[in-house]
């Protein structure tokens, strides 16, 4: 069991450039989460997935952010026109939920965007 | 959904007990504990869940006060490899539920040789 793989680890942008941030959960985990950590803000939840359907994306920035989850084994974050401001470490995380108690969540290592 | 109120940081020496607190005054009925922490390059770990009264495991013990607005995570001989920043949070873990995790920032714990 490789854990949450996310890549890629490090990017670099210059502001106004696209990123796109990728998340394969643990094979069998139903449910997919996306934060966002920086210093000042500490770690906020973003978005999260249910058996690949959104379920609540609250924590989203309304504009420029999206996230998909086309198929089981991976997760994407999309980041349009990034600017200073979205430079943080993106973490993923997976669970398993199985109608019941929901499980608790395995986190990856994070990406690490720097926008200049 | 409830929100915590944590102490920001800690200080212990190696070898001592370490007891991280938790305000949750919030809470709901549906609600559960969590703690989880983060060593730096790491994403959160997850250490112990808990409804009520008394959890233990390998690693930690988690007491919930009765009314469950308060909980304390407890770390028997701390070591310096405990030194990380702590999370406790609480969100609705049934399914269908509102399971938005609020991770806030946590109480950094330092470990002193």
């Known amino acids: 069991n490789a854990g949450v793989i996310q890549t890629p680890r490090h990017k670099v942008t210059g502001k106004g450039q696209e990123a796109t941030l990728w998340c394969e959960p643990i094979s069998g985990h139903s449910a997919v989460f996306w934060y966002r950590q920086t210093i000042v803000q500490g770690l906020e939840f973003l978005t999260y997935f249910r058996n690949q359907a959104p379920i609540d994306d609250s924590g989203m920035p309304k504009e420029r952010f999206s996230a998909q989850m086309p198929n089981q084994s991976h997760s994407t974050l999309k980041i349009q026109s990034t600017q200073p401001q979205d430079s943080a470490v993106y973490l993923c995380a997976s669970s398993l939920d199985t109608g019941g108690r929901q499980d608790t969540q395995y986190f990856g290592p994070g990406t690490r965007l720097l926008v200049l | 959904l409830a929100k915590t109120t944590q102490p920001p940081s800690m200080e212990a020496y190696e070898g001592q007990e370490v007891n991280v607190s938790c305000s949750h005054t919030n809470i709901a009925t549906s609600e559960y504990i969590y703690w989880y922490r983060q060593v730096p390059h790491q994403g959160p770990q997850f250490i112990i869940q808990?409804?009520?009264d008394y959890v233990v495991n390998e690693v930690a013990s988690l007491f919930i006060s009765a009314d469950r607005k308060l909980s304390t995570l407890s770390l028997p001989w701390v070591s310096l490899r405990d030194a990380a920043v702590y999370y406790c949070?609480?969100?609705?873990?049934?399914?269908?539920?509102?399971?938005?995790?609020?991770f806030g920032k946590g109480t950094s714990l330092v470990v002193h040789p």
């Open positions: 949070i609480v969100t609705d873990s049934t399914s269908g539920g509102n399971y938005k995790p609020t």
């Open positions: 808990g409804y009520k």
